[in-house]
């Protein structure tokens, strides 16, 4: 059931699958309405309106995107543009920081992820996230991939356990270059090993989205290659939200793009589109290269 | 049963409040068992909390009041001349009611009135501990029962959980606040009635402290002299003289290590004087009776000086070099904040090392330096142990560093080591110059601290 | 011809290059001094009290007599524990030396031996009461001025009045040791007995277990309450006036001198609580008072050096706060947080001062065997021995002073290691 603030909005026309008439007309640099295609059929997430103030500056303004199952929906803008902002919205993480405060809505298959009634705990363990940095925990390559599903209990006995860190690590084409050093420290790692360890520890909990912020900055080429197709894999079983510096990746990865600039969501659509047509002159500045 | 029998006793409960409450979700959970909204031990330990924590929580109360509440019940019940008696008098009876009770030594015979108070007193006392077994067991399971019914498939046992160790975290990060309370307290509680018997102002200025006198009753009109001047003076003589051996040597030292010492001089000179912070202060207090003070006073006789074997200068010394090793670690730091590009700035016009350090590095840090010197102060002057062996006894008011003088931290050890009587002047005076003490640091603190946090702030 | 600037730099250079060596001459001197001091320290503690961990005992050839320790024949142990031993040791004293008839003299001779031996003649015959009717050859402590005259305390050469031991005394002495009768032995009491007002028969053990419960009632409150406080204020506390304010008390208390803690346990725990005066659970209470600020500020640090990016990447798997602090930042910032303990405890083992408010100064022969037990602790005993004139508790003070020193040192020792090996960079 949507509430009256959210019907109101869903009528609101300018935002809706409206197709706008194609090049030439770019919309000017001073609106930032959103255009494009924001809405989808079934969402597993839908934020409507979503701002986001660290004290009392403004670092999201009115967001509203829907995320569909089985998609993986990239997220490009200049630094400081409020990507990481927007993302640790999706699970909450910003929590964590003692200024940040977010209104709007955002829910997770129709319920409110930040109504009181939910916990935070079984939310994140649903809207799963890997960082920038990789950062696997100080243990073994086992453990980093037991952990959630120990905290959230979801193996019965040992042996079920097992079963779900050669699974996740196999899905995280991990699983051949670690399963001889399942008890060494996952630090040892490579970098690009370290990140998908990460990742492999993220789907060990069974998410329903994966939301991954810059997951290839701090690797090289090879390793960001392995990533990538790791992620065109994940995309059978997982709706995915990235952050990306790399309009190259967004386009490599993605079926849909948002374009953000300064806490504005400019233009979202698919990213075929996006990138050869862009509607916005904010998004087509970015996308040629004028600044970013 | 005894307090540690039932808190082994609440511990099994537990344990078993544990296991009981973790099956207990397994099975309102039935097959499925991710249906739980939280793992099933935290079902256990919120059963287990429920059983344990509110039934200490009546222990910690029972323990602390029982005697109390006792004594007064014993007390009332005596027979009405007893009533009458003051209330030192009553302490007295009370205790030795207690001491006949645990089969201790007695002050007096006991006449028939006090044997039945002690039997009274016994059977109240037995009463109270049965008494107690019931009601603690019988808490530890209600908590335990009531945290069992709770238990569903959609309760949130670890946020509960969770909430309760957070209230418990909160409880300790509290208890500095409670500890200055207690601190203020009791030292504040005592002062005043020592100052009901002398006054404030007789206290402050006075110029002869002999507390030893006040208990002599014989000496009519003598109620002991109480001017806390010459300990005043005693306590800033001794500190100022450890202050004027710790502070250049300490800076110096830092200066030196830090700006000009090659690095494995530093490396070894460096833990080597911070020995001097981990000595502990009855080795200095040691130290400076058997060796300093004999050396100086030889030193003082070749000199034909009349040194005394317990001169302040003795005891600063000594207590200076306690405290290089504090003065010299704070500079270090705060020396070490300066940023480099100050530095930098400073010898591309060309000017020495020293020039550097004297213009730039120094004038940059005096804050911090200025905080770091008050907090060393605050040290010396609530620096015990050296005085009390080092230091004399005689209130002596003077500036000569070759006589005796006493200070604030000895007249508290020797007020209250030995006989303490909570009703004369001279136990009570011990708190108020504790208060003295407590006031004089705290205020040196709470600005050391604050410069020095200013300090910091500036170059972070 | 006007002088340029260098020539005008070049003139001061001199002076200005003086300067510049004055001033690293100061440094210099005072890192001399600091260290000059701890060697001083050093050297006068160690020349003192080495000389401690020997004592002089004497060979006695005792002749367990029947008719002075049971005289009825009934081998009855209690009767046996009330008999006159000292009577044994004058016998031998007196056959060791048959030309001493005064009875001033004798009073003297006997005193040679320690009044411990006697304990040590009854001790044997409890244990073997076959040894009834025979004569043994015993070693017994000899007295303290012995001892001291032995170890070369006892100038003989300043006028006899101005001496403990007359010549007379000196002379038994002398003959003991010609016939090999008196032995510098390893000074086993020193390290098992109580305190006493014997010098040769004070020991430091029965401080060192008043420390030791002392510090185990210190530890097991201040650690976890360090911990947990330390965890709330680092982790969960929201920066607001009433967090600001604990911190400023625990920075306060911190600096508060050590004496004014006692006074707060003198009131609060003996007076308003009526624990037992002398105890070392209140010692170890007032020392947890003091300990805590360290603790605290120590595990502060330790938790703040744990990486943000591990506590995002628990939480990001959905660990509550709780589980993310119990299950990964606690195990990483746990040796830190042992580091600055021990650190903590340490400073407590030395520290004194509030304990004599509450106590812990009395003289106690008896080991404590619980932390209610009246008891003092090591330095405390340092502090009192300080206090006595007899030149042989010089050297015990100083040796009791050694031990301190060496559990210090072994503790810190420990720390640094702790650091050492659990030393993480990020
Ligand atoms: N913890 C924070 N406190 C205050 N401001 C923040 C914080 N994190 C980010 N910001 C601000 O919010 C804006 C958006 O930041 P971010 O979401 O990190 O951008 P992006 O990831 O797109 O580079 C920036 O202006 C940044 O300065
Ligand atoms: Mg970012």
Redesign the pocket.
Known sequence: MLNQKQAVLLERPAKTNDVLPSAPVKIQDTDTKTVGQVTVDKPIMTTRNVD?Y??D?Q??RNVSIDIAYNEVLS?I????????????CLNRMNDT?E??RVTGSIELEGHDIYDKKTDVVTLRARVGMVFQKPNPFPKSVYENVAYGPRIHGLARNQSELDEIVETSLRRAGLWDEVKDRLREPGTGLSGGQQQRLCIARCIAVNPDVILM??PCSALDPIATARIEELIDELRQNYSIVI?THSMQQAARVSQRTAY?HL?DLIEVGETSIIFTNPQHKLTEDYLTGRFG | MSTPLLIAVLLLLAAAAFEFGRRRALQVAGPEFRTLHSLPRYYGSYTALWCALPALILLGAWLAFEDKIITILVIADLPAAYQSLSEPELNLIVNDLRNQLSGNVVSRELNLDMQAAVKHYGSLRATSKAALAVIFLSVAMLGMGLAWRKIAPDFWARNRVEAIVKVLLIICSTLAIFTTIGIVLSVLFESIRFFRAVPVFDFLFGLEWSPQTAIREDQVGSSGAFGAVPLFAGTLLISLIAMLVAAPVGLTSAIYLSEYSHPRFRAAAKPLLEILAGIPTVVYGFFAALTVAPLIRDAGTNFGLDVSSESALAAGLVMGIMIIPFVSSISDDVINAVPQSLRDGSLALGSTQSEMIRKVVLPAALPGIVGGLLLAISRAIGETMIVVMAAGLAANLTVNPLEAVTTVTVQIVTLLVGDQEFDSPKTLAAFALGLMLFLVTLALNVIALYVVRKYREQYE | MTPTTADKIQAGLKKRYAAERRFRGYGLVSVTIGLAALLLLFVSIIGNGYSAFQQTFVKLDVQFDEAVIDPKGTRDPQSLARADYGQLIKKTMRELFPEVKNRRDKRKLYKLVSPGAVFILQDMVRKDPELIGTSQTVWVPADDDVDMLIKGYIDRDVPESARRLNDKEIAWIDALAATGSLEKRFNKIFFTAGDSREPELAGIWGAVVGSFYTLVVTLALSFPIGVAAAVYLQEFAPRNRWTDFIEVNINNLAAVPSIVFGLLGLSVFLNFMSLPRSAPLVGGLVLSLMTLPTVIIASRASLQSVPPSIREGALGMGASQMQMVAHHVLPLAMPGMLTGTIIGMARALGESAPLLMIGMVAFIVNVPEGPLDPSTVLPVQIYLWADTPERAFVERTSAATLVLLAFLVIMNGAAVWLRKRFEQRW
């Not at chain 1, 803008?77 to 640790?88: A, D």
């Open positions: 986001v660290y004290d500056k670092a999201i997220m803008g200049p630094s400081g543009c409020g990507k990481s902002t927007f993302l640790r920081i200024s940040a912020d810059e952050v953000f806490g």
